[in-house]
């Protein structure tokens, strides 16, 4: 299965977006906890997530303190818009914790689970894992639009949450890439 490295597919998906959102678009990667980082994601958490789903600043940085820690954030002219992280739950599990975007319908939160897949793909990683709810706030059904693409609920708790995981194939990535970026 041929699919672009992950340099690759940061670069094009900068491409991409600079077109989309008619502005210079950077992204960064970081596997460290800094201040600017954790302010920046608490930016976005706060406008996008509602009081029981965000997170503080201390939470985020006992989060960031987790072995293989993985954070996208993406600039639009020098200003954060979206974020995508986790970090290593086992040796092989990846767990996706939290990812948001302050632009939505323009593809970018679906860029950033590719570009993560594509990650985890070349990191080793066997299966990526997250939590989600059944619904959400605006009755969306959660749960089964995962189901549909490839994730398998792993269990459900009593207060809502499915964790769901996808097994990451060469199969797998090389669907998503193509999916996502038709010509990749």
């Known amino acids: 299965m041929q699919f672009p490295t992950f340099q690759e597919l940061l670069r094009k ?12 678009i950077s992204i960064m990667v970081h596997s460290h906890n800094n201040e ?5 994601i ?7 997530f509602r009081e029981e789903l965000r997170y503080d600043k201390n939470e985020l940085k006992q ?3 987790n072995p293989g820690l993985f954070c996208i954030i993406v600039y639009l002219d020098g200003e954060p818009i979206a974020f995508d992280y986790g970090y290593e739950e086992s040796e092989k599990i990846y767990f996706s914790d939290s990812s948001a975007t302050l632009i939505e319908r323009k ?7 590719v570009l993560e897949l594509v990650y985890l793909y070349e990191k080793g990683y066997d299966s990526l894992k997250f939590t989600t709810e059944e619904m959400d706030e605006m009755g969306r059904p959660l749960r089964q639009i995962w189901e549909k693409q490839g994730y398998k609920t792993v269990s459900v708790s009593s207060d809502g949450g499915v964790d769901m995981m996808l ?3 060469p199969e797998v990535v090389a669907e998503r890439v193509q999916k996502t970026y038709h010509n990749a």
């Open 167 to 169: 097994e990451i194939t």
């Open 42 to 48: 608490t930016m976005i958490d706060n406008a996008m």
């Open 63 to 65: 989060i960031f303190r």
């Open 36 to 40: 600017r980082l954790i302010n920046e």
């Open 107 to 113: 593809g970018i939160g679906k860029m950033l689970g």
């Open 13 to 24: 998906t900068e491409e991409i977006l600079n077109e989309t959102l008619h502005g210079k």
